[in-house]
């Protein structure tokens, strides 16, 4: 951090409370910061909401994470055992199935409670990253042990999900003009895939919940604090290094574990390459529409634009694209 700033959330007084507070982002922070009570409950309802709204899934995240943050491991786990049991009573009222509570739980909070104590205790976001990377790689690990053949799963899956009769009569296509072999070969392609998007939308979601947490954090404490932090997200050359050769094996061997980690590395370098974006940006003031701009297309063109943001971003790596731009004179 530069100046006088202290490292988001380490110091600063408590937040001063507004009429609005309670109809936005700082308001339902502010409420989040009041109790571990508060925290668990905002994140137990986010979590039963992600069901009908998925992205609901990230204010439960970052409600526990948030309160981590501040108050530390035991404070965080206060707060994720109260989403816990909230969590287990609204889906067995709701669905009458308490086990989904219990594997949301596992797969949200374990995750978003580790990379908030390791962000608290480094003050270094990059390692965060890579935490949340690990869990990624802990799931797609445990698939190809466990199973014989995950691919092979998915399909099985993904075919009962998506049968060609069905998408052709969603479609409203004639049977002349739907060609059935070639969406169930869209479907395997897909399938051996899906190990890898499985440990990608871990990883992502609990880097997303961390972030969000960060910048409600920034917002209460230290305005601005966030915006520099993630800017400055650097993974490492050796980190790079090893993605790259993973990568590159992986397109040489295709081998479905080595192809499935790729899948996870760009999902985490596409984080990088977005700091590089935002960095640029900054630095050289272009505006806000260029980051609008990048991220409409991410949206519309999301396979094709995360793997250019992640090549960006491990190229950043090697050449230290922000530092560069920052020394370039303006045109």
């Avoid at 060609?164 to 004639?174: D, F, I, P, Y």
């Avoid at 050769?245 to 899948?263: D, E, H, I, K, Y």
């Amino acid at each position: 951090m530069q100046g006088n700033r202290a490292p988001v959330g380490l110091t600063g007084c408590a937040p001063s409370l507004h009429r609005d507070d309670t109809v936005n982002m700082r308001g339902l922070a502010v409420f989040v910061m009041r109790g571990p009570m508060q925290a668990g409950l905002v994140a137990a309802a986010s979590l039963a909401l992600s069901l009908i709204v998925p992205p609901a899934l990230w204010i439960g995240g970052a409600s526990v994470a948030l309160y981590a943050l501040r108050k530390g491991l035991t404070g965080g786990l206060a707060a994720g055992g109260v989403a816990a049991l909230g969590s287990l009573a609204l889906l067995w009222a709701s669905l009458g199935q308490p086990d989904v509570g219990v594997l949301l739980a596992l797969t949200v909070w374990v995750p978003v409670l580790s990379v908030a104590a390791v962000l608290r205790a480094t003050v270094r976001l990059q390692l965060s990253v890579w935490v949340a990377a690990g869990f990624g790689l802990i799931v797609i690990g445990l698939l190809f042990m466990l199973v014989d053949d995950p691919a092979e799963m998915w399909y099985e899956g993904l075919s009962q999900a998506l049968p060609a009769a069905r998408v052709q009569a969603e479609l409203g296509m004639q049977p002349a003009d739907f060609d059935a072999q070639a969406w169930q070969e869209l479907l395997a392609r897909i399938a051996a895939l899906m190990s890898g998007f499985t440990g990608a939308a871990l990883t992502v979601n609990t880097l997303v919940s961390l972030l969000l947490a960060r910048w409600w954090q920034a917002i209460l404490f230290n305005p601005g604090g966030f915006g520099e932090e993630f800017r400055e997200l650097r993974l490492g050359r050796v980190a790079g290094s090893v993605a790259l050769v993973v990568m590159v094996a992986a397109w040489l061997l295709q081998t479905g574990f080595l192809v499935n980690v790729a899948v996870l590395l760009v999902a985490v370098y596409l984080f990088q390459g977005l700091a590089v974006a935002h960095g640029v940006v900054k630095q050289r003031d272009l505006g806000r529409g260029w980051l609008v701009g990048l991220y409409v297309l991410l949206f519309f063109a999301f396979v094709h634009m995360a793997l250019l943001i992640a090549l960006l971003g491990m190229l950043d790596g090697w050449t230290d694209i922000r530092r560069r731009w920052a020394a370039a004179p303006p045109s």
